[in-house]
């Protein structure tokens, strides 16, 4: 159970703090509810690049990085197709500065062409080491275009080539910050050795002022139901045959999302699980698979994927997929391997909790859901789903004309 | 509403660091064996490691140990693989296995009540396992095309270049998986390793987290029934290799080359030792370190670069790693070479060094929250034969260490020519 309190601020910044004195430490988080999602399908990348340009210096503050090493804080930020999520966890003592160094950025970011040229040229290497160069890096360059027509998730976050990030202008980043970066569009968490009356104290003071925006209201277009499979075959030079299988699912705040997150688990959490004793150990058909929801805030996808062993055909392991996702949907789960599966939840929601730069994440995230109480709630919700709930919700997802493949072949 | 204008300019005062004292955990001699008890956090979590002091140092094959190591849970002698995954996946628990050139470990991560259940698992996953020969095959296998995919790596081709240019090939410290040495093993390579350096003699054991009480009495029961080993723990000789000027690794098609520079260096024993920490992080060690600020956020040449120290129980590497973009391959080796050559010749100015003190300040005692960091500090200066003091000598130089005394060390360490380049991707 995490206690926390919840505040808004008149400007609407919403403020989570927890406090944990059993911790040296303090965690600040800042998420704003801005992702790739929110971009234009012809400047895409821009919501990462942005990240970027974040580190580059406020009115008040030229450099960012030099005042967060003072704070000797552990301090980084991360972009995805949903959020944009900034964090520092530091000694508590210098909590304040934590305050003055986020409310300065987000009250006046210092735009300037030269940290543009700059994290440009970074983020195209970023596209590189990540995406390029690496075997299946490309991955979900391809996939998200097969499995997404019309909802901006098919474009990955990094965005859907160089040259998109190449055209970015300075236009185009002031627009953005005024847009997005406003209080009233960010929920500020803050967890560790503090006092919730100082962590409020501190708010009004450095963000109180912080004039609010016209949160944005998203339109995204929906993408409409899949009733064709689809499937896309890449030679490439990895080493190794593979495939990627992609299914339509419900969103993060769905009901049923639970349940498709339990069986990804059910097929492939650790090594007792399905996918694992069957493709690897058993039939010795992949040398490694797994299965994972992309816990996106809107309708995801379900992925199944492997690596070949040698010799062996992507029909034989698809094959072999099928016969799971058949299982799945025919034959109730028992008693122990449900029980097995809520354990796991209880486990990893305990040891989330021993580290309090998570926390003030995690509160932060579950109050874009929502609520950030739910996260005290998880744990009852996923053990009140049944076996019953799980065999239905497979039949709802692995529907044959909804699957996307993509095949890998070894050059 | 605030009733004055609110100063932003004006930076809230920055508070120096507070001194703290380290929890250290409780030795223990249960059954002969060193055990380290670390009572600490508020959550129901417990970690349980069970570390041997033998590790591809011992090994007369290349790969036996990290093989034994990673094939203890295909099978005990009284449960399959699946039983036993069955058994530790059920309470929601996680083991980790390493396997270095200096020692092996198993280590189990779960919820404080089950660890009466899980512990005598363990130890039969640990102490009694049975190499089955299809496991192991399948193993063999599977590492082999894993290998394929991390060759197509330029990380990886440099990394394992890198060792090998300062070590030698044979060398532990130098060794890396490859083809070859797959091939040449039997799973009874595994079980004699095992018999012969899986034991009591060989092994350390730590509890950290909350409810360790109950788990000393559990443990105390198990340990009761281990053997000593019958053979002397040797460590063979090996010479080093401490190549210098430039390797090359061809990988015609990448997009980006993979570039390694460093040497062997003094390991943690040395007395310089927490000063090249320093100076290190000055170097290349953060995110606002010479290195980065050059390469990344000035030419933004690639999207990291770093240096590290890393140190071995009888050895320990400088290393600057970095990709980059072929096209400004070589441009950035001489931004690095520019960063060298500064870093020896001129004096760090205060400004910058008050900087990283407070930086490495703060990162020190974030290194000691909770349980599980501070019986992971514990065993950092404990596998070197050292002691707390050596965390205070640490300190101690974070704090007062002079440029002067940096730009020393920097003479004295990083001579340009005492360096191998390793380049992979052209």
């Known amino acids: ?411 | 509403m605030p009733n004055k204008i609110l100063d932003r300019h004006q930076a809230p005062a920055l508070l120096g660091f507070v001194p703290f004292e380290i929890q250290a955990p409780v030795p223990l001699t249960l059954s002969d064996v060193p055990v380290f008890v670390l009572e600490a956090g508020e959550q129901d979590v417990m970690r349980i490691d069970l570390v041997f002091a033998v590790g591809s140092w011992h090994e007369q094959k290349a790969l036996v140990s990290s093989l034994t190591n990673r094939i203890l849970q295909e099978g005990s002698l009284k449960s399959s693989g699946k039983v036993l995954a069955d058994y530790f996946d059920f309470y929601g628990a996680h083991l980790q296995y390493e396997a270095s050139a200096d020692r092996s470990s198993v280590s189990l991560y779960c919820l404080s009540k089950h660890t009466a259940e899980l512990l005598p698992r363990l130890f039969e996953l640990v102490f009694e396992p049975a190499f089955p020969e299809k496991e192991f095959q399948t193993t063999i296998r599977n590492n082999r095309q894993q290998l394929l995919v991390e060759q197509e790596k330029v990380a990886f081709l440099a990394r394992r270049g890198f060792n090998a240019a300062l070590f030698g090939p044979e060398h532990p410290y130098g060794r890396s998986s490859n083809d070859a040495a797959y091939a040449a093993l039997t799973r009874e390579d595994l079980a004699i390793f095992h018999r012969d350096f899986y034991t009591k003699d060989r092994l350390n054991i730590s509890l950290s987290g909350k409810g360790t009480g109950a788990a000393v009495a559990g443990l105390e029961v198990l340990l009761a029934t281990l053997k000593e080993s019958p053979l002397p723990l040797e460590r063979r000789f090996f010479t080093t290799a401490d190549q210098i000027g430039t390797v090359v690794i061809p990988k015609p098609d990448a997009v980006q080359f993979g570039l390694r520079l460093g040497k062997r260096i003094v390991d943690k024993k040395h007395p310089d030792y927490p000063g090249l920490k320093v100076l290190n992080t000055v170097f290349g060690g953060y995110f606002g370190s010479r290195l980065m600020s050059n390469i990344r956020e000035d030419k933004g040449y690639t999207y990291g670069i770093g240096s590290a120290i890393a140190s071995f129980e009888k050895d320990a590497i400088f290393t600057i790693a970095t990709e980059v973009g072929r096209d400004v391959a070589e441009l950035a080796l001489t931004e690095i070479r520019c960063e060298i050559d500064k870093i020896r010749n001129e004096l760090i100015p205060t400004a910058e060094l008050d900087t990283v003190r407070s930086y490495l300040q703060g990162v020190y005692m974030s290194s000691f929250d909770g349980a599980f960091s501070l019986i992971d500090r514990f065993w950092d200066v404990h596998h070197f034969g050292l002691d707390y003091d050596y965390y205070h000598r640490y300190l101690s130089t974070v704090q007062n260490i002079t440029a002067e005394e940096l730009r020393a060390l920097a003479v004295t360490y990083l001579a340009p020519e005492s360096l191998v380049t390793v380049v992979a991707g052209s």
Not at chain 1, 54 to 63: E, K, L
């Open chain 1, 1 to 411: 159970m995490i206690q926390f309190s919840k505040h808004t601020l008149s400007n609407g910044l919403r403020l989570i703090i927890h406090e944990n004195h059993h911790t040296q430490l303090a965690a600040v988080n800042l998420l704003y509810d801005v992702g790739a999602r929110d971009e234009e399908s012809d400047r895409t990348g821009f919501a990462h690049l942005f990240e970027h340009l974040m580190f580059g210096g406020s009115t008040n503050i030229p450099n960012y990085d030099e005042v967060a090493q003072q704070l000797g804080a552990e301090n980084n930020a991360f972009t995805n197709n949903d959020i944009t999520n900034y964090y520092l966890s530091f000694p508590a003592n210098n909590l304040e500065t934590a305050f003055w160094l986020e409310s300065d950025r987000l009250f006046s970011l210092d735009f300037s062409e030269r940290s543009l040229e700059v994290q440009r040229q970074v983020v195209i290497e970023e596209f590189k080491q990540r995406y390029l160069n690496q075997p299946y890096g490309d991955v979900w360059l391809k996939l998200r275009p097969l499995a997404y027509h019309l909802h901006p998730y098919q474009w990955a976050t990094i965005g859907k080539n160089i040259q998109h990030i190449e055209e970015a202008s300075l236009e185009d980043v002031k627009a953005f910050f005024l847009k997005h970066y406003r209080p009233d569009n960010c929920i500020l968490s803050v967890a560790g050795n503090v006092n919730t009356a100082e962590v409020i104290r501190l708010a009004e003071k450095w963000f109180g002022p912080i004039a609010a925006g016209h949160r944005p209201q998203r339109q995204l277009p929906v993408e409409p139901d899949q009733t064709e499979a689809r499937s896309m075959h890449v030679t490439a030079p990895v080493p190794v045959d593979a495939f990627y299988v992609a299914y339509p699912m419900p969103g993060r705040r769905d009901a049923a999302y639970a349940a498709c997150d339990l069986l990804s688990d059910v097929l492939s959490h650790g090594k007792s699980a399905r996918l694992y004793r069957s493709l690897v150990k058993e039939q010795q058909l992949c040398t490694s698979v797994n299965a994972y929801v992309t816990g996106d805030q809107e309708p995801g996808l379900f992925v199944l994927s492997g690596n070949l062993v040698k010799g062996i055909t992507h029909d034989q392991a698809l094959e072999a997929i099928q016969k799971e996702l058949d299982l799945l949907m025919t034959t109730l789960i028992s008693e122990e391997e449900m029980q097995k599966m809520q354990n796991n939840i209880e486990s990893t929601m305990v040891f989330a909790e021993t580290n309090v730069l998570n926390v003030a994440m995690n509160l932060g995230y579950f109050e874009l859901l929502g609520d950030a109480n739910q996260i005290n709630q998880e744990v009852a919700k996923y053990a009140a789903i049944t076996a019953e709930d799980l065999r239905k919700q497979a039949g709802q997802i692995f529907q044959v004309h909804k699957a996307n493949t993509l095949y890998y072949h070894a050059e």
